[in-house]
């Protein structure tokens, strides 16, 4: 059996007007999941807990195979967690802040501290105040990534960067990988993030889990097909199938259980199939959304 | 050394990006860039190089292997297959599969076979210019 970097069994957390249903999710060592969800999905709730900031009111949460939050000091150790509303001291320089984390993590690792400041192109001198965006989050990512967590959990690792600082910080990550015992866990609103560097996609919607895959069967899974149909024939009731709305003899199907017997099946009902299209990650999850609230396409 | 580097993707190319690989893959070994019983780039590597999952590479490389373009031994990675002419059959299917889709769009303009295989001679000798 594989070993699990993460484990969370029907995992709940209730607040006035969002409450996290009964979350089951498995990440195995070695790989990347990407989260995404709508906002107030419950992507940033289920991370809290991951790292001890929320406390579940049911189920259990496994990271790195120890309870969480019974077990949160020696998780700590082992976690590297970044978030997008995290906030670092205006007034207090880069190097504070490394010498902050390294004060209470035994595992900082000053020559990847070093090359990591490098890499991201950060003056540890420099104060707070006057960094950019990109380089607030980068120096972020630095703490983080310092102590060589095996779990990097990161919500909205590169919201608001430019297109250079996103390249490196998507590099860095995919670095940590090169060791195959590390693991990471990212929430991203950019679905090209998550369809670049995921091998596992899992979708959130108000507080439920739709859907947890690997990536390449999942994006295999879907597809748009063009079809002409004469007045004629009439579109077939297909399991997976959802037809677009319009009634000329142009329409368009998507389906989430797409084999090569589809093309068939249409074509013995006197339609022709135009194209056999791949959709992007981004197609898929506005899809999924509307199929799971129950909105036609 | 097969390198990582020989590889590069394109956001605007319509194809998954597990394609992409497999596609310039097959370039490089029917060029000979990469040549029968080279060592490949492990999927590690290559998916830290190229910014993409694991798990996209790792699809590329089952499928390079169904089509016999590599081979993978436990404990050793993937290489090129040493048996170049293999490779191409891949090729020869796509191609066919090209030359199909031709046929059937001719038939739908009325075109005689005639006129396709015209067409497709001075297509030839065109692209054959242009690589020269």
């Given amino acids: 059996m594989t070993t699990q970097a993460l484990r969370l069994v029907g995992l709940e957390k209730a607040y006035p007007d969002f409450k996290l ?31 001890g900031l929320v406390q579940q009111d049911g189920g259990q949460a496994f990271v790195l195979g120890r309870s969480m939050p019974s077990d949160q000091v020696a998780v700590k150790r082992d976690v590297g967690f970044a978030s ?54 980068k120096a972020t990512l630095l703490l983080a990534l310092a102590h060589r967590p095996k779990l990097l959990i990161l919500d909205e690792p590169t919201v608001g960067l430019d297109p250079v600082a996103r390249h490196e910080v998507l590099g860095e990550l995919m670095d940590v990988l090169s060791d195959t015992d590390r693991s990471i866990l990212f929430s991203s609103q950019n679905t090209q993030d998550v369809e670049q560097i995921s091998d596992i996609i899992t979708f959130i919607d108000r507080g439920r889990l739709i859907e947890s895959q690997d990536k390449e069967s999942y994006l295999d899974s879907w597809r748009r ?47 022709t199939v135009q194209s056999v299209e791949p959709m992007t990650l981004e197609e898929i999850f506005l899809a999924t959304v509307h199929l799971s609230r129950g909105v036609p396409g | 050394m097969a390198l990582p580097d020989d590889i590069v993707l394109s956001q605007t190319d319509p194809r998954p990006m597990y394609q992409q690989i497999m596609g310039r893959v097959k370039q490089l070994v029917a060029l000979g860039d990469w040549a029968p019983g080279q060592q490949m780039p492990s999927i590690r590597q290559l998916a830290v190089a190229l910014q993409v999952s694991v798990i996209t590479v790792k699809r590329a490389y089952l499928e390079l292997e169904r089509e016999g373009v590599i081979v993978t031994r436990q404990g050793k990675g993937s290489m090129v297959v040493e048996q170049p002419g293999a490779s191409l059959r891949p090729h020869r299917e796509e191609l066919r599969e090209h030359l199909v ?32």
């Fill in chain 1, 21 to 51: 249903d009964g979350i089951n999710l498995e990440l195995p060592e070695g790989s990347v999941m990407g989260l995404i969800g709508p906002n107030g999905a419950g992507k940033s709730t289920t991370m809290r807990i991951l790292v």
């Fill in chain 1, 225 to 271: 097909l063009r079809l002409e149909v004469p007045t004629s024939a009439s579109l077939p009731e297909l399991a997976g199938v959802v037809y677009g709305r319009g009634k000329g003899t142009l329409r368009v199907a998507t389906t989430n259980r797409f084999e090569p017997a589809m093309t068939q099946a249409f074509q013995s009902a006197g339609i």
């Fill in chain 1, 84 to 137: 997008e509303d995290m906030r670092l001291y205006a007034q207090a320089s880069i190097r504070w802040h490394m010498d902050f984390v390294r004060s209470i993590h035994p595992d900082w690792d000053e020559n990847h501290a070093q090359a990591l400041l490098q890499r991201f192109d950060l003056q540890p001198h420099h104060k707070v105040k006057g960094l950019s965006h990109g380089q607030r989050v």
């Fill in chain 2, 101 to 132: 889709a031709a046929a059937r769009l001719a038939a739908k303009l009325g075109m005689s076979p005639d006129e396709l295989a015209e067409q497709l001679v001075e297509i030839h000798n065109d692209t054959a210019e242009d690589s020269r």
